[in-house]
């Protein structure tokens, strides 16, 4: 009702006039109201070009050209982003309830679900934002075909290997039989681990996003991840209000936060502020652990890799910040039997470009299950 009144009084304000900047915002949205007498093209023409703004550029997906305007419209243009972001998150938490589960006395959240008569069960391990429910897209795009599990990385444990042994002591008690583990990011590396050390157990890997951990590739992450060797001790110790700002600065420099579009820009902005706003010091230190024994591990050999790159999929995106061609090169070359696709975006394009993560994974998949002679129950 505010923004309706505000369209109201284009004609009575003057260009530059503060009131005209919210009015510019309020144009953008009055072709959502039903019954508006300011929402045609037309009209939010002439209320632009009467205080300065132009802001009818906006429909179509374009945005005004005013900087001074601009800078108004994104502050509030992105708290509209976090509230259908967390629409959506929130709709999806009604269908899909999460539940606590205790494996060796260590609980976690979990979510299980899908196709009960699929012989795979897809395991979504998440990256370092440490929030499985990130996933969710990815879930309502494969749970008709596949049974699908995600889970929280349990507080209390802090290094990837643990971790790994946790995860598949998780897939025991839950009775889950051809496990494919799909992992993005760190969730990428941490499938690398398991495969390592339950080859046997697993019956195939999907790696989104994210870099081999090859002797030469643990050279580049020992560098790439010492911030966050230097930010765990401080967090410890220091107001976490203090050391916050801070660790969202390195997560965004290390994903590449300044390149993409700006809708993509913003997208990440948002994607970041709804993480950080669910942060607590102590996941953050937990999560922050994990990231800095990532540069600890002892590196995975070829032959190590050989045991499960024949039933892998590699998804990297052309744009990928965190992780540069010369580290993704090296992926490839220690999994030379793996199925690759390369798809436009940045790194965090498994969130944001889900469709074409999904598209790539599903035909893999069914490779996968004529390969081996798998069929569903009926």
Same mark, same amino acid.
């Given at each position: 009702?505010?923004?309706k009144r505000?369209?109201s009084?284009?004609?009575?304000l003057?260009?530059?006039?503060? &009131?005209?900047?919210?009015?510019c915002?309020?144009c953008?949205?009055?072709a959502?109201?039903?019954g508006?007498?300011?929402? @045609?093209? =037309?009209?939010?023409a002439?209320?632009?070009?009467?205080?300065?703004?132009?802001?009818a550029?906006?429909?179509?997906?374009?945005?005004?050209d005013?900087?001074?305007?601009?800078?108004?419209?994104?502050?509030?243009? $992105?708290?509209?982003?976090?509230m259908?972001?967390?629409?959506?998150?929130n /709709?999806?938490? !009604?269908?899909?309830?999460?539940?606590?589960? %205790?494996?060796?006395?260590? %609980?976690?959240?979990? *979510?299980?679900?899908?196709?009960?008569n699929?012989?795979?069960?897809?395991?979504?391990?998440?990256?370092?934002?440490?929030?499985s429910?990130v996933?969710?897209?990815h879930?309502? &795009? %494969?749970? !008709?075909?596949?049974?699908?599990?995600?889970?929280?990385?349990? &507080?209390?444990?802090?290094?990837?290997?643990?971790?790994?042994?946790y995860v598949? =002591?998780l897939?025991?008690q839950?009775?889950?039989q051809?496990?494919?583990?799909?992992?993005?990011?760190?969730?990428g590396?941490?499938?690398?681990?398991?495969? $390592?050390?339950?080859?046997?157990r697993?019956?195939?890997?999907?790696?989104?996003?994210?870099?081999s951990?090859?002797?030469?590739?643990?050279k580049?992450?020992?560098?790439?991840?010492?911030?966050?060797g230097?930010?765990?001790?401080?967090?410890k110790?220091?107001?976490?209000?203090?050391?916050n700002? &801070?660790?969202?600065?390195?997560?965004?420099k !290390?994903?590449g936060?300044?390149?993409?579009? /700006?809708?993509e820009k913003a997208?990440i902005?948002e994607?970041?502020?709804?993480?950080y706003?669910n942060?607590?010091?102590e996941?953050?230190?937990h999560?922050?652990?994990?990231?800095?024994?990532?540069? =600890?591990?002892?590196?995975?050999t070829?032959e190590?890799?050989?045991?499960f790159?024949?039933?892998?999929?590699?998804?990297?995106?052309?744009?990928?910040?965190?992780?540069?061609? /010369?580290?993704?090169?090296?992926?490839?070359d220690?999994m030379?039997? #793996? #199925?690759?696709? $390369? *798809?436009?975006?940045?790194?965090?394009a %498994?969130l944001? =470009?889900? @469709?074409?993560y999904?598209?790539?994974?599903?035909?893999f998949?069914r490779?996968l299950?004529?390969k081996e002679?798998?069929?569903?129950?009926?």
């Amino acid at each position: 009702m505010e923004y309706k009144r505000l369209l109201s009084r284009i004609v009575d304000l003057d260009p530059g006039n503060q &009131m005209a900047m919210n009015v510019c915002f309020a144009c953008i949205f009055a072709a959502a109201w039903p019954g508006s007498d300011k929402n @045609d093209d =037309k009209d939010l023409a002439e209320g632009g070009r009467h205080h300065g703004c132009g802001c009818a550029v906006f429909l179509g997906g374009r945005f005004c050209d005013n900087k001074i305007n601009m800078n108004i419209i994104k502050v509030k243009f $992105r708290e509209g982003l976090i509230m259908e972001f967390s629409d959506e998150l929130n /709709e999806f938490r !009604q269908t899909h309830l999460f539940s606590k589960i %205790t494996v060796d006395g260590v %609980t976690t959240s979990y *979510l299980l679900g899908g196709n009960p008569n699929s012989k795979l069960t897809l395991v979504y391990l998440v990256g370092g934002t440490g929030f499985s429910v990130v996933w969710f897209k990815h879930i309502e &795009m %494969t749970e !008709q075909e596949y049974r699908v599990l995600t889970f929280d990385y349990p &507080m209390g444990i802090e290094k990837m290997e643990p971790l790994a042994d946790y995860v598949m =002591k998780l897939l025991a008690q839950l009775d889950i039989q051809n496990p494919v583990f799909i992992g993005a990011s760190l969730g990428g590396m941490l499938a690398q681990v398991i495969g $390592r050390k339950y080859a046997d157990r697993t019956s195939g890997v999907c790696l989104y996003s994210t870099c081999s951990l090859s002797e030469t590739s643990m050279k580049g992450l020992k560098k790439q991840y010492r911030s966050y060797g230097i930010i765990l001790p401080l967090m410890k110790i220091v107001p976490y209000s203090w050391i916050n700002k &801070m660790v969202i600065n390195v997560s965004k420099k !290390q994903i590449g936060m300044q390149e993409g579009t /700006e809708e993509e820009k913003a997208w990440i902005t948002e994607f970041f502020t709804w993480v950080y706003q669910n942060y607590t010091k102590e996941f953050d230190i937990h999560m922050t652990s994990l990231m800095v024994d990532v540069a =600890k591990l002892t590196p995975i050999t070829k032959e190590a890799y050989a045991q499960f790159d024949d039933r892998s999929l590699l998804v990297l995106p052309l744009s990928d910040k965190a992780f540069p061609p /010369e580290a993704q090169q090296d992926l490839l070359d220690m999994m030379p039997r #793996a #199925a690759v696709q $390369r *798809l436009e975006g940045g790194h965090i394009a %498994t969130l944001n =470009k889900v @469709d074409n993560y999904v598209n790539s994974t599903k035909v893999f998949l069914r490779k996968l299950k004529e390969k081996e002679g798998w069929q569903d129950d009926n």
